[in-house]
T-cell receptor
Framework: EAGVTQFPSHSVIEKGQTVTLRCDPI?????LYWYRRVMGKEIKFLLH????????ESGMPNNRFLAERTGGTYSTLKVQPAELEDSGVYFC????????????FGSGTRLTVV | QKEVEQDPGPLSVPEGAIVSLNCTYS??????FMWYRQYSRKGPELLMY????GNKEDGRFTAQVDKSSKYISLFIRDSQPSDSATYLC??????????????FGQGTILTVHP
């Protein structure tokens, strides 16, 4: 089966611009998660979708971040406007049953804001 | 204080050595304990998963959980150069707001040299 796909793999944007990251989960996985790792820090939870609904968005840093999951399939994470501190690696993961042990992670999108 | 503490290393060992990786945590609600391996430019890959206390063995890997001490370990026997990666501990609760949400340690960079 195809894994979790994320693109772009790398994005370099200027401060103040908008960037949209995309995640295609494993087919049939209702649960989709976004995580982020900023340099020197641990990977941190951003939010959790169950199908198209946001189950938990407690990790979203501020209202410059908007996540959507159209029709319960792929998901996008938009950062608008981007700030320097948004630089990091954004990971998407999916799971079938919502349990924390069943995650499959994508390779991540490396975002650099200059 | 971080919920999960992990020494980032780096840790360098000769091929064939036994490697010990550790994490401590503070949240008593954590019941699921996982170890992920992450190669450069890739997403985390689940290595071991343990529920509650005890030991679990899978080939050269052994995971231990001591809930009374809030301490988890991963042992790698007969380490190989291909084991060189970042090892991340992660944990989650059974229910409540943390269910399905992983809390990661910072990761330990391991290099096994021939």
């Amino acid at each position: 089966e195809a894994g979790v796909t994320q693109f772009p793999s790398h994005s370099v944007i200027e401060k103040g611009q908008t960037v949209t990251l995309r995640c295609d989960p494993i087919s049939g996985h209702d649960n989709l998660y976004w995580y982020r790792r900023v340099m020197g820090k641990e990977i941190k939870f951003l939010l959790h979708f169950v199908k198209e609904s946001k189950q938990d968005e407690s990790g979203m840093p501020n209202n410059r971040f908007l996540a959507e999951r159209t029709g319960g399939t792929y998901s996008t994470l938009k950062v608008q406007p981007a700030e320097l501190e948004d630089s990091g690696v954004y990971f998407c993961a999916s799971s079938q049953d919502g349990g924390s042990y069943g995650y499959t992670f994508g390779s991540g999108t490396r975002l650099t804001v200059v | 204080q971080k919920e999960v503490e992990q020494d980032p290393g780096p840790l360098s060992v000769p091929e064939g050595a036994i490697v010990s990786l550790n994490c401590t945590y503070s949240n008593s609600a954590f019941q699921y304990f996982m170890w992920y391996r992450q190669y450069s430019r890739k997403g985390p890959e689940l290595l071991m998963y343990t529920y509650s206390s005890g030991n679990k063995e899978d080939g050269r890997f052994t995971a231990q959980v001591d809930k009374s001490s809030k301490y988890i370990s991963l042992f790698i026997r007969d380490s190989q150069p291909s084991d060189s990666a970042t090892y991340l501990c992660a944990m989650s609760a059974v229910s409540g707001t943390s269910y399905g949400k992983l809390t990661f340690g910072q990761g330990t960079i391991l290099t096994v040299h021939p």
